[in-house]
């Protein structure tokens, strides 16, 4: 449990921290959002680690420094992909947003404390909406396709390469 709360307090500082970028770079409502919606939900995991006595793994840490080295990696990796274009940029909050939800499933259920269960359920419900929303926004950048099932199809595959754990640390 420790190492998960550890890694969704860096996880979250990622998203964060690339949202903040991307907001910076590109200057869209939707960057702007979810870079503060993430601010608060750094505090709810923090205040996680500090009732477990966990240690802190952001610590003064400003933006787009990790302790983590694969995360530090993926920061970098994450920032030159979604610099090139609005929807690359796009494409690349939903790849986050992925992961997150990825680890936010392992943290729900039955096995956890119901404190870490209740604050894993508010951040998995808002990391969904979170996808959702890239994911309407890519498609609009790409323009509207004949069958809207192709371009889910479509997206779902490219989310598949650009979030398939390349950068997890699970």
């Not at 796009?90 to 943290?107: C, N, R, V």
Request: charged fraction near 20%; hydrophobic fraction near 40%.
């Amino acid at each position: 449990m420790e190492r998960q709360l550890i890694l969704l307090r860096e996880q979250v500082k990622l998203a964060r921290d690339v949202y903040a970028a991307m907001s910076t770079r590109w200057n869209t409502p939707m960057f702007q959002h979810a870079a503060a919606v993430e601010g608060p939900h750094m505090a709810s995991v923090k205040l996680l680690l500090d009732w477990y006595r966990v240690d802190d793994p952001v610590r003064a840490n400003p933006p787009g420094v990790f302790s983590d080295r694969r995360l530090q990696t993926a920061y970098s990796h994450l920032i030159a992909q979604g610099t090139p274009s609005l929807e690359d940029a796009y494409k690349t909050g939903a790849a986050i947003e992925t992961e997150l939800i990825t680890l936010l499933l392992d943290l729900t259920g039955d096995s956890c404390p119901r404190d870490i269960n209740l604050i894993a359920q508010a951040l998995l419900t808002s990391a969904q909406s979170n996808l959702a929303s890239f994911t309407r926004l890519v498609d609009r950048q790409r323009g509207s396709l004949a069958d809207g099932r192709e371009r889910r199809s479509s997206l779902s595959t490219t989310l598949v390469g650009a979030g398939s754990g390349s950068w997890s640390t699970r």
